[in-house]
């Protein structure tokens, strides 16, 4: 005795292919957010490194970590880099 199997119709691989591109659809959506706002590197990890070259730069100066001087140190490092931002945004180079 022969069987036979059923042969979808060509509505089954239209249905098929709107049913995956709607979840297409959906997943871009839902993913929209995350990708417009997506950052290579996060701020807080970049004021980390900043943090860690300023100190051990200052140390390098010889000013132990926590003194005065070495707060100090910093804190006239960020505004030396602060100078160096207006002075490249005051001549459109970034």
């Given at each position: ?23 297409a ?12 706002n ?24 010889g ?32």
């Amino acid at each position: 005795m022969a069987t036979y199997r059923s042969v979808p119709g060509p509505g089954t691989y239209h249905s098929l292919t709107v049913g995956l591109v709607i979840a297409a659809v959906i997943a871009a959506v839902g993913l929209m957010p995350r990708l417009v706002n997506f950052r290579p590197f996060d701020e807080q990890v970049i004021t980390l490194q900043i943090e860690r070259e300023d100190s051990a730069q200052c140390e390098k100066f010889g000013f132990a970590l926590g003194s005065s001087q070495n707060i100090t140190c910093k804190a006239d490092l960020g505004a030396l880099r602060q100078g160096h931002e207006d002075l490249l945004i005051a001549h459109s180079w970034r």
